[in-house]
């Protein structure tokens, strides 16, 4: 098992993860067949916004009592990036269903603001989010191996993911950031289930030490503990990490995009192109959904693409830092003054393409 190896990546920093990483680029490509998230990375974003939807959902159904100001914030992420992911194209396919969610999820954010019982409002709309992952994922894509490893590994690593959650609740000293990481760690403990059916028993059986190892951290399920225990963040997060690695090597796929960040940079700038021309036409949803799809992947410790610029093009990241907020929900801010809001989304996203380009000269293309 490769838990220390990982260990020692985290104590040195994200920074260090990629540039490890980025040294073994052609042999790691090599020995890996598959690459979901260059394959799949908007579907992957959407699936994890349905996910991480569902979870919100389930964090308001377990709250029988009335919800802190700090968790509120928190859920009220399920009507803007967690809905943003994936409701421009839950629109074009089934517009009835998309207006029908949009309605239940907004009941339940009212409804938690106002401080009035949630439980039931969140019941109700969670088989609308059900039906909604059969609309807008393909259910072979979403079958499909690759896919379901690299969803578990966003699950995982990403932004409120399992590791995020239980990270920010000790960085931020605001332990409503781990519900959220419940939520995630439930959804990993049935995806795992799953995948330990597709891999060999020696895959399975490391995979299923490393859940038992991160179990203990979410015993008290959506209750943040009380003492915190503080001191368990970086491990939580390296036994995430080589939970992705054994993800990788169950279904022969890259999960770390950092490996590549010229070639990540250069795909993040293909798949937003696009929404551009969307926000430029007026479809607005559509194009947010590409903006978070690469927002993740330029900010996650799993790239280190926004660290790489942040020191070799930091004008560049200062621009990103003010354009990404001006179109999506993100914790990712200026360090320095306010958002840009006077540019036009499509002038913003422009603004992103050309980021983007300079990301990829800087880490060197």
Known sequence: MQLQHVKHWLAAGAMAVTLVAGSAALSQRAA?????????????????????LDARLRVVEAYTTPINADLKQQLANMATKDLGRFYGTLQQKNAALATELKTAVDAVTKAVNDGQPASALAARARPLVANAYTVV????????LQFKTALTASLLVAEDGVSEGFEEAVKYNNRQQYPAGWGAWERVEVLWKELTAATTPALASE???????MRPFYKTKHLPPDPFPMEDQEELEALSHGMAT?????????????RDMIRLAQTLSEVLTPACADYAAGRDAIATERVYAVLEHFVSEASGLSGAVSIMAPDAET???SLFPRLVTTRYQPLTGAVNTTISAADA??????????AKKAVGG
């Open 32 to 52: 890996h067949k598959f690459e979901p998230y260059y394959e799949h990375m908007l579907p992957i974003s959407q699936a994890f916004g349905i996910e991480m």
């Open 137 to 144: 994922i393909d259910p072979a894509l979403r079958n499909n």
């Open 207 to 213: 995979g299923t030490l490393l859940m038992d190892n």
């Open 246 to 258: 054994v993800l990788e090597n169950l279904a022969d796929s890259s999960l770390y995009v950092g």
């Open 319 to 321: 621009r990103a830092r």
């Open 349 to 358: 996203c422009r603004g992103l393409v050309t980021v983007m380009g300079e």
